[in-house]
């Protein structure tokens, strides 16, 4: 462990796998969940990269929107917890001001270590928020996953030398996903293929796998691709 974990404070953490590993792989779970939700997924991809540290946050935020302004689904899972729900984004201009980003402290704590070759997995809205920070900072990540979720926003960046790179970002969605069914992901899906075009352009290297049969979950096998796409690039 990092520290006792607390399933109830913004940022506290799993640490599973090899502790003493260069490789770091942070995973962020979904909007309105938590670490602890998804600590059976940290477990299985521990066991995929045995030469890795898998660190599982909490949000940096809580999870405070009113009930009744959630779809249904969502308002059952939060309803449903034993523990606060947290989010990766502040969600008001109060939090946004007051609130520091645990997420980027310990982030920033890895990197202190230059032997250290970090990696950011993201479930849903924690896919997007991976996205965002290695976008805005590729030159600090080895590389990332994007597990039920996409690119939606491309900052400036320079141009890389293209030769010998494998792709960096892997986007994985399932065909059953009912959340590729919405109007955001039908509005979504092409602006990410148009960014993933953008990301491959400048040197980085993007590509997208689609399961069949997966919903919005991640898997034994959604999670045997994501960790084979962390260790090709761990073969580099």
């Not at 032997?115 to 990332?144: C, K, T, V």
Request: one cysteine or more.
């Amino acid at each position: 462990m990092l520290e006792k974990f607390n399933k109830n404070a913004t940022g506290s953490a799993y640490s599973l796998g090899n502790t003493n590993a260069s490789a770091k792989v942070v995973m962020l779970h979904g909007n309105g969940s938590s670490a602890h939700l998804i600590r059976h997924a940290g477990d299985i991809l521990s066991h995929k990269i045995p030469d890795a540290e898998i660190i599982i946050p909490n949000g940096s935020y809580t999870f405070d929107i009113p009930m009744h302004e959630l779809p249904e689904d969502m308002r059952q899972q939060v309803e449903a917890l034993n523990h606060t729900p947290f989010t990766w984004y502040p969600q008001n201009s109060s939090q946004a001001k007051h609130t520091s980003d645990p997420l980027s402290e310990r982030l920033a704590s890895l990197q202190q270590n230059t032997e250290n070759r970090i990696y950011l997995l993201g479930f849903s809205i924690g896919g997007f928020r991976a996205a965002d920070i290695f976008l805005n900072a590729p030159d600090d990540f080895a590389g990332a996953v994007l597990h039920s979720s996409g690119i939606v926003d491309v900052p400036k960046i320079k141009r890389l030398n293209t030769s010998a790179k494998k792709p960096r970002i892997l986007t994985q969605m399932g065909l059953k996903d009912p959340y590729l069914r919405s109007k955001f992901a039908l509005a979504m899906l092409p602006c990410h293929f148009f960014n993933q075009w953008k990301v491959n352009r400048a040197g980085i290297g993007a590509k997208s796998v689609f399961h069949r049969g997966l919903c919005h979950e991640m898997t034994e096998k959604s999670l045997s691709r994501s960790a084979q796409h962390i260790l090709d690039l761990e073969a580099r």
